[in-house]
């Protein structure tokens, strides 16, 4: 079974750029997220897709940040304009409604550096 | 408050020996779990082991058990026999019941761990 996809692996841009980061959860998974890392910090949730709903975006500075799953597979989460503080790494993580433990499962993340 | 707390940013272990690693959380909800999460330097987060609210007995998962004392509300992770390869960043996570209905997950700062030779 494929795993959590992520792409770029890596971004560095300028501040007031923009950017976007794609996921594909694990086929099946209804549940999908996107978590901002700061370094040296755990992951703090930006926003909850259930399907193609949003189901929690309150951490999400809607200001800049926005995500979109459309047809409720893939995701893609921007950021316009970026600031120094966006660099993090930003994780996507799926998991499947009914599961045992329900537990998510994270890609290999995209690292972003604003410069 | 901080709902999930690790205490210890920072653990050394030596090669085989056994490791604790500490979490503590706040909820009121009677209805949560807890999760650890293994961060190697590539930075993908692992699951390793979960324990529910009302499990009765500890979770364990080949090296990895967990400690679950609800009354302290902990639920420290124990290592054992520590290889060079668990040398990493260690995440603990509580997951309530969010006003949704959906699940939310909160997670800790993390403790990161080095396997000593």
């Known amino acids: 079974e494929a795993g959590v996809a992520q792409s770029p692996r890596y971004k560095i841009i300028e501040k007031r750029q923009s950017v976007a980061f794609w996921c594909n959860p694990i086929s099946g998974h209804a549940t999908l997220y996107w978590y901002q890392q700061i370094l040296g910090q755990g992951p703090k949730l930006l926003i909850q897709f259930q399907n193609n709903g949003v189901v929690d975006d309150s951490q999400l500075p809607k200001d800049r940040f926005s995500a979109e799953r459309l047809k409720g597979v893939d995701s893609t989460l921007k950021i316009q304009p970026a600031k120094l503080e966006d660099s993090a790494v930003y994780l996507c993580?799926?998991?499947?409604?009914?599961?045992?433990?329900?537990?998510?499962?994270f890609g290999p993340g995209t690292r972003l550096l604003v410069l | 408050a901080q709902k999930i707390t690790q205490t210890q940013p920072g653990m050394f272990v030596q090669e085989k020996e056994a490791v604790t690693l500490d979490c503590t959380y706040d909820?009121?909800?009677?209805?949560?779990?807890l999760f650890w999460y293994k961060q190697p330097s590539s930075g993908e987060m692992i699951f390793l082991i979960y324990?529910?609210?009302?499990?009765?007995q500890n979770a364990t998962e080949g090296r990895y058990s967990l400690n679950f004392q609800k009354a302290r509300k902990s639920a420290n992770l124990v290592i054992s026999a520590s290889q060079l390869g668990d040398s990493a960043m260690y995440f603990c996570a509580m997951r309530e019941v969010a006003t949704s209905g959906t699940y939310k997950y909160i997670f800790g700062t993390g403790t990161r761990l080095k396997v000593l030779a």
């Open positions: 909820t009121s909800d009677p209805s949560y779990g």
């Open positions: 324990q529910g609210s009302y499990d009765q």
């Open positions: 993580a799926s998991s499947l409604v009914g599961a045992r433990w329900e537990t998510q499962y």
